[in-house]
């Protein structure tokens, strides 16, 4: 068996700040092979730090404003939400115009694609599937139990690290082996049996290790604190080696990640008491109920174990929404706040264009958002006197196309050589200086924007560093590689410069018609998406 001429493998979290150390180390002798005999860049990933939407943009070229994609929830234009899915993707992704172009297509565990599409190969949706029996979950159907019978037993994913890190787990453990393992042997056995031009796979244990057991200290060879880590990365590196022994001459390989990972730095999350304290926001009155249910999910995550957390909010679906509304909304009055920051950086305005119980109207959003950004730039580490923030964006600077109106209005980048775990505010003639907590208390690293790209194999100019990219390169790329035409509208090209001139000779760039808006099916039903929150709540993602 040969592996396609076009192989994407994407690694979840992986970033160069642990791959460069660790290869160099000897560690990691397959990356260190690709980083040598192949090209690489830093692939940035701001604003777009969430999977849902990284992964979405690697495999359309699009940005959320175009296709989107900007959560795990989707919560539109309403104070209602439900898990996002391939049916919320309202652009086409790289497979999809390649098997309309009559060419075949393996995808494997790609985040948000579920229902699976027809490939003309294989594909397996990826986290945002409820489970593996579901329907819709493979195409052709069967696959999972073709891949039993073949003695593979397929998982699609882990999500109670946490509860395992509770339990005192300090080593790689076996079921995250498992899956990464497992996903290779079933990959390579469905691409021998279903022969595919191009194919992706990605593995995801690298952000559901990192999140618990990241550490502020170098990532030394033999340090122990990083050992898991360390651990997973060289497995990663044997499943390179184990694939890459599949390739031929033919073959061009791409490894990315969707972000990257860094320390938690506790000033980030203390923003909504902020807003708070300079009457941004109105601190919330639930109504009682509300507050006991509120008052049961703190008692909840203190005293329960983390995977009965899962079960419980199952098992009570609606008290459990109720309860985590009250958690996050009881906090303020929303229909007398004018912003709010989010879980995953930046703050948003709380316009009435946005939301049913918006108070910020377009004569007002100007200056308000002037107004905060101010407040962003007044921010400092009390420790040292340093500045936290580094810049600051508007929405229409990174986000184009009709769902722009729903990407986060003010985009912070942060210092993070001077955020720390303390946030102070200097300005309007006060000087507030908190001690933020995160709201995952056993979370030690978080998504950065720092991911990686590598290109390696046929008609790839050797070793070469490339300034830093974004996501919206890759699937012009790969169409480009094929000889698709490129659609007008895409927000990234193809890295032409990153091939030898005698290969670019071969490929032509076409342009053609923007790709028009795809409406997406109908959503999942109330048990399929409580299976999947349920997952997300695992991970920590949501509520």
Not at 211 to 231: G, I, Q, T, V
Not at 246 to 268: E, M, N, Q, W, Y
Not at 385 to 412: K, N, S
Not at 415 to 436: E, F, S, T
Request: hydrophobic share 40%.
């Amino acid at each position: 068996m040969e592996l396609p001429r076009t192989l994407i493998i994407g690694i979840d979290g992986a970033t160069f700040d642990l791959v460069k150390p660790w290869a160099e180390a000897g560690l990691l002798p397959t990356f260190a092979h690709l980083l040598k005999h192949g090209a690489h860049a830093t692939l940035n990933s701001f604003p777009h730090l969430l999977s849902a939407p990284a992964w979405t943009n690697l495999v359309t070229g699009y940005n959320p404003g175009q296709h989107n994609i900007y959560n795990f929830l989707n919560m539109g234009r309403t104070n209602s939400w439900h898990p996002t899915t391939a049916r919320d993707r309202l652009k086409p992704t790289f497979w999809q115009l390649l098997a309309d172009a009559g060419q075949r297509v393996g995808v494997m565990n790609v985040p948000i694609t579920f229902p699976a599409d027809d490939t003309n190969a294989f594909m397996l949706s990826g986290m945002d599937a409820p489970d593996t029996e579901i329907r819709g979950f493979a195409r052709p159907a069967g696959l999972v139990q073709e891949l039993r019978a073949a003695g593979i037993d397929y998982i699609l994913d882990v999500p109670n690290v946490g509860q395992m890190v509770q339990s005192g787990v300090k080593t790689l453990p076996p079921v995250i082996r498992d899956m990464t393992v497992t996903r290779t042997r079933a990959f390579l056995h469905l691409l021998e049996k279903y022969p595919c031009d191009a194919a992706m796979v990605v593995y995801v244990a690298g952000d559901r290790l990192s999140h618990y057991f990241w550490n502020e200290s170098p990532p030394l060879p033999d340090a122990p604190e990083w050992k898991p880590l360390r651990d997973l990365f060289q497995l990663f590196d044997a499943q390179l080696a184990e694939l890459l022994a599949h390739a031929s001459s033919d073959t061009t390989v791409f490894i990315v990640s969707d972000h990257g990972f860094g320390p938690v730095k506790l000033a980030k999350y203390g923003l909504n008491d902020l807003l708070q304290r300079l009457g941004y926001q109105t601190a919330g009155k639930p109504h009682s109920g509300n507050r006991v249910l509120r008052d049961l999910l703190h008692v909840g995550r203190r005293i329960v174990p983390l995977g009965w957390q899962g079960r419980l909010a199952m098992m009570f679906p609606r008290a459990h929404a109720q309860a985590a509304r009250a958690d996050k909304l009881g906090k303020f009055q929303v229909s007398k706040t004018k912003a709010y920051a989010m879980f995953w950086g930046g703050v948003r305005l709380n316009t009435v264009e946005h939301s049913p119980d918006g108070i910020v109207t377009d004569a007002e959003y100007d200056a308000l958002w002037n107004e905060l950004a101010d407040v962003l730039y007044s921010l400092y580490n009390p420790e040292t006197g340093a500045p936290l923030v580094a810049d600051i964006y508007h929405a229409g600077d990174y986000f184009r196309g009709p769902w722009t109106r729903d990407a986060t209005d003010l985009l912070a980048v942060w210092d993070n050589r001077n955020v720390g775990h303390a946030l102070g505010y200097r300005g309007k003639g006060q000087n507030i200086v908190l001690h933020p907590s995160h709201p995952r208390a056993n979370w030690r690293g978080v998504h950065e924007a720092e991911g990686i790209f590598i290109a390696y194999g046929k008609g790839v100019r050797e070793g070469v560093a490339h300034p830093p990219i974004t996501h919206f390169e890759l699937a012009p790329t790969v169409l480009w590689m094929h000889d698709q035409p490129l659609s007008d509208d895409l927000d990234g090209h193809p890295l032409v410069d990153w091939f030898e001139p005698s290969f670019s000779a071969n490929h032509s760039v076409t342009p053609r018609a923007a790709s028009a808006y795809v409406p997406g099916a109908d959503i999942l039903n109330d048990a399929e998406n409580e299976r999947v929150e349920h997952r997300l709540r695992q991970m920590g993602y949501i509520e």
